[in-house]
């Protein structure tokens, strides 16, 4: 229903793009340019999807494309088009550190009951008992429940449990190397969401695992495992979360 309700609503915005270009072209839209039109409409479209859905990514992103298309006009060309893509993206980061989305309070609820926000704390200040460090920024875990932050840093995690249930990745302005290929499930299903904004992430898994891809992506590259028929499906991965302004690819090994 939610992908339905999605779908419904930019193609209402595609068509009303549509109309607007016929409105102009019958002269009913003095002195406007047809590009500033349609992409007003895309990007505007984007920013109240945005507040809509509490999402900041597409709130401070659309507005600055929204900056782009009208720079003239608002004479801001000075800050136009990288400074402000960037600045879009800072306070995307911004306001992901201060605030916790929904996406975020609904996966701890379904899918993370055994690593709740006073293990996250210890996870943070010192590394919790099922985590152990072999350098800066390479480390182990083992545990039902995984959960890691990286930002603005490189890393290494290797995830190590034989009895997973589930993996939460949180990565804001950095790039991270998570490996599952030596983890077990502790069913036939794994559960991992992904946070990552400006960044990039690559996931490594069994060779036998079976991949459904349900991450919402914005400006970013998603690189699936091209070789589906190698699983057998006695585990399915099901990601989830958020990539934005970032690279996220996933490979069997």
């Not at 915005?13 to 409409?41: D, K, Q, R, T």
């Not at 200040?125 to 995984?146: L, P, R, V």
């Not at 992506?217 to 998603?222: D, E, T, Y």
């Amino acid at each position: 229903m939610k992908e339905r309700g999605k779908n419904v609503f930019w193609g209402v915005i595609f068509i009303a793009a549509a109309i607007f270009w016929l409105i102009n072209e019958l002269g009913y839209l003095p002195n406007i340019e047809m590009g500033h039109i349609v992409f007003s409409v895309i990007w505007g479209a984007m920013v109240v999807n945005g507040l809509v859905h509490r999402e900041s990514f597409g709130v401070f992103m659309g507005l600055a494309f929204l900056a782009i298309v009208w720079d003239k006009e608002l004479k801001i060309e000075a800050i136009t088009p990288w400074p402000v893509i960037g600045a879009a993206i800072l306070l995307t980061i911004g306001w992901s550190l201060l605030f916790k989305g929904k996406g975020r309070r609904k996966w701890k609820r379904n899918y993370s009951h055994g690593f709740h926000d006073r293990d996250r704390h210890l996870f943070r200040k010192n590394a919790n008992s099922n985590d152990e460090k072999d350098g800066e920024n390479e480390s182990h875990a083992d545990g039902e429940y995984i959960f890691h932050e990286n930002r603005y840093s490189a890393a290494q995690k290797y995830i190590d449990s034989q009895n997973l249930k589930s993996v939460e990745i949180i990565n804001k302005a950095g790039a991270i190397d998570v490996y599952l290929d030596s983890a077990k499930a502790a069913g036939d299903t794994v559960y991992m969401r992904v946070e990552c904004s400006a960044g990039a992430m690559n996931t490594y898994i069994p060779r036998n695992w079976n991949v459904e891809n349900h991450i919402e992506c914005f400006g970013s590259a998603i690189d699936e495992p091209e070789n589906q028929d190698v699983a057998v499906n006695d585990v399915t991965l099901i990601l989830s979360g958020t990539v934005r302004a970032s690279a996220f690819g996933i490979e069997r090994v």
